[in-house]
């Protein structure tokens, strides 16, 4: 009883720091960076008795891959006939949506939204899209806001055509995972208390194997992972088990996987945390004597963890204190608010309307809509959101993706990592202190990189096994701050090189 009371008072420590350093928004942006600021800043509280935070990474396989519905070849069943609700006339690639069964015991369905290629597909990758959050929707924030082919326009009710689209050059499959996010969900409510990273990443796999069931013309395509944020979780985690799958396979690879890509993603909680803090006090945003303080007990281990702690509590809500209320995705961008909005004047919205997502939100939820998609079917009993309100708890999640990133290298697997430098939630800052501290050989120095334009679209530096760019100008979600520079970026990782 004594270690349990021990491994609560922890739990509490962590949560009452949490709902102090998160920032105060009415925004759907203070729900994307509830979690992720304070995993970044307070993960050093770990406890042996639970996996509140854990360094076990479990790499069983599920072997026992559920059949999944539809079956194979009805794939037609999720085909999007007449498109979706609003969009612009003369579209000619197809659009698919619907659940994939992931466990069929609990009834456990993960949602996915697919967009072939606007122009040959058959001739196109496949590209997989996960956000992270953890807990936030794929289709949301990847399809509806930053690289899918439509964008919401300031109605609310219809899309434009977005120029920069990443099905102008890959066939894009949009995830919402784990069930309990956006419209996927499970049939029996305790799923949404064993949410952690090794289910969400087995559910992954076991929804690649069966959509891949679904649509089996894909299934010996080159296939590529791209994704932001908690995603720098997500991905190596369902790419380390993807690996191991194929390995055991004698003949054919089970996913056909070339290469894995993922923008302002956390790697690794120590150096990750540093690099918040250094970032913040680099850019102005907070004095001296706050980021001493915060590397000194958020940052490092402290000989007294609950004294520690405390402090760290006090010099994170200083730390709130001297930022104020600014977009922590960039710190340069506007706050959304009524006088910010564009909604009356009904127009295609750009990042300097800092309302777009309340546009998706609305969107989403209109009966329409879910329709066409095919989502909603089971009568969830709350509308979409952003990120999710019904998974209850985070089971497990490792503190660094390291032996998982030298895993991947070892087996060869191309890695692009990429930083918008205006993001503070994971600045490029954290992102370089995590490369530098695998201590990988550099093969190519540090130099700038061209966008369409010839402009200087970032810097890139090239690592044995890892190249690391950064995009100038861009925020948390580069394709939506600098969606040029982020489709030259896509168009080198699927040609498999290093930008130039």
């Not at 037609?76 to 949506?97: C, E, T, V």
């Not at 329409?368 to 985070?394: D, K």
Request: some cysteine; proline content about 6%.
């Amino acid at each position: 009883m004594d270690e349990l009371s021990a491994f609560l008072t922890k739990c509490l420590l962590f949560l009452s720091l949490v709902l102090a350093i998160v920032p105060s928004s009415r925004s759907w942006r203070a729900d994307q960076a509830q979690g992720l600021q304070a995993l970044l800043r307070t993960g050093r509280v770990k406890s042996e008795n639970a996996d509140c935070f854990t360094e076990k990474w479990r790499t069983d396989l599920p072997f026992q891959i559920t059949s999944g519905r539809p079956i194979e070849g009805d794939m037609s069943l999720d085909l999007i006939p007449d498109g979706l609700p609003g969009q612009p006339s003369g579209i000619k690639f197809k659009q698919y949506a619907g659940c994939v069964t992931v466990d069929e015991s609990t009834g456990r369905h993960l949602f996915y939204y697919f967009a072939e290629a606007a122009m040959k597909p058959s001739e196109k990758p496949l590209l997989l899209w996960l956000n992270g959050g953890p807990g936030c929707s794929s289709l949301g924030f990847g399809a509806m806001t930053e690289i899918g082919p439509f964008g919401v326009n300031s109605d609310g009710k219809s899309l434009y055509w977005r120029r920069h689209s990443w099905n102008r050059e890959a066939n894009v499959l949009f995830l919402e995972s784990p069930a309990g996010v956006g419209f996927s969900y499970s049939n029996r409510s305790e799923d949404y208390y064993l949410s952690g990273d090794n289910r969400t990443a087995h559910d992954s796999y076991t929804f690649l194997v069966n959509w891949f069931n679904r649509f089996p013309h894909y299934k010996r395509r080159p296939f590529f992972i791209a994704g932001e944020s908690y995603a720098g979780f997500y991905i190596p985690e369902v790419v380390d088990i993807i690996v191991q799958a194929n390995k055991k396979q004698k003949s054919v690879p089970i996913i056909n996987l070339k290469a894995l890509m993922i923008g302002n993603g956390i790697m690794n909680l120590e150096t990750d945390r540093i690099g918040i803090y250094d970032y913040l006090w680099s850019h102005a945003l907070i004095s001296d004597q706050t980021h001493q303080g915060l590397i000194e007990h958020c940052a490092l281990k402290g000989s007294d963890e609950r004294e520690s702690i405390k402090r760290c509590l006090s010099f994170s809500e200083q730390l709130q204190r001297e930022v104020g209320q600014i977009d922590y995705y960039n710190i340069y961008a506007p706050i959304c608010s009524t006088s910010s909005s564009s909604r009356s004047k009904n127009r295609k919205p750009t990042w300097k309307d800092p309302c777009v997502t309340e546009y998706v939100h609305e969107y989403l939820n209109l009966p329409q809509v879910q329709h066409a998609l095919h989502a909603n079917q089971t009568g969830l009993p709350y509308p979409w959101a952003f990120c999710s309100h019904i998974i209850r708890s985070w089971a497990d999640r490792p503190s660094t993706m390291f032996p998982i990133y030298r895993r991947l290298i070892s087996a060869g697997v191309r890695i692009l990592l990429y930083s918008g430098d205006v993001d503070a939630v994971v600045p490029v800052t954290a992102t370089r202190y995590s490369v530098r501290a695998m201590n990988l050989s550099v093969l190519n120095p540090w130099k700038p990189w061209s966008d369409a334009t010839g402009e200087v679209g970032g810097y890139r530096v090239v690592y044995e096994g890892l190249t690391l760019a950064t995009i100038r100008g861009a925020g948390h979600e580069v394709p939506f701050y600098q969606p040029r520079r982020a489709r030259v970026l896509l168009k080198y990782f699927l040609a498999m090189r290093d930008p130039v």
